[in-house]
């Protein structure tokens, strides 16, 4: 014990030094291009067959539904994993890595200048890691403290309508959430243990407080004010948006659109508070996050993801899956009382949206066995539902060149199995 005691001390202390030398003196980090000795070789046993789920028994799925976490999120640009396995052949400091790699992200998304960035294991980590850097500031006996709260503040502010499964996050800290739902009520739960005001992006429009007067009710009350805006990308504008618009804190994840590393995920914010935040978080042993492991191949995957997710044609992207959904609309509308419509969500998987109806009097099929149906045929499609709207939805911007093709034959051949 006395041993890790010491080795928590020593690193802790390290990281202070290291985000303060990063900040102070430019770095040759990301300009060195050092060629490792070791060409890939050709794969033999496992992953020889170039399908590793396969070999598992596991059913890959063409993607109909969007960046989802349970299907692994999305694809990572082809780039990334020759930059990733660049970031594999060597050791760095991992503290001095995040503080460098945050400085580079804050500059190519010309955040204000004193916000800087924190590349973490997903947008829920981003999460917690922001609000225990709340909580605790810079105090070591704080952070090792967590998730006894006694000495610091306890309660944390959100809007009823924006609850969501992933405030577990923010309940882990060991805080206790205050629901509210007007201004009347958010003034009279204002109180000195109130440490954050959150808001879930995606739940905009389900609350009576908008996204720009909650974070002007924060300022007015100095209070830390985090934005969860996880699936928000696109619009590519939200990356800065909410930074401009005076969140302290604002997150992100990186395995949806932005295409980069599954297991990574963006904290956005004040320089001092994306400095407590990695201090709570892993390498730090004895921290709340030290199970949040981010690394050195997933921070440096994300650096190239954003490089490329901003350098990207959105308008000609958006369009390709437009023109992927009209095309399935065509072979489907095909069977008698099937129609479909359009639509882009307002927030969360802002892309082209397709819903599907049929008339059940005629096509003899519930759209819950219609999507059990894809999910068992061959090649397994997955499709979501309707976005609270009635029927099926789809999406296409996760699916592989070919793949619409494949969508539109199976679901016409299903729908016609079922035409009274």
Known sequence: MRLNSKWNRRGFLGTVATIAGVMLTPRKLFATNRNAAGASKTVTGFGQTGNPYQELGVTTVINCEGTMTVLGGSLPHPELEAVMTMAGRHFVSIPELEV????????MLKLPPDYSALVTSGAAAAMQSGLAGILTGGNEALIRQLPDLTGMKSEVIIQKSHRNPFDHQLR???????EIETVDQFRAAVNERTAMMHFSNFANAAG????DEWVRLAKQNNIPC?????ADTPPVSHLWDYANMGYDLITFSGGKAIRGPQCAGLLIGRKEMVTNALLNNSPHEDTLGRSQKVGKEEIIGMVKALELFLSED????AKQWQDRLEGVSR???KVPGVSTSFFVPDIANHVPHMQILWDETRVKLTPEEA????RASKPAIVIGEGEERPGLAMNSFMLQ???DKIVAEQLSRILREHVA
Not at 100 to 107: E, K, M, T, V
Not at 172 to 178: D, E, F, Q
Not at 371 to 374: D, G, I, V, Y
């Open 100 to 107: 460098a790699a945050g400085s580079r992200i804050a500059s």
């Open 314 to 317: 959105h308008d000609a992207l």
């Open 208 to 211: 009576q407080i908008k996204v």
């Open 226 to 230: 985090m934005n969860d805006a996880a």
């Open 371 to 374: 999507r059990k149906l894809l």
């Open 172 to 178: 882990s800290t060991g805080i206790r959430l205050v």
């Open 401 to 403: 060149p070919g793949e």
């Open 331 to 333: 072979e489907i509308m």
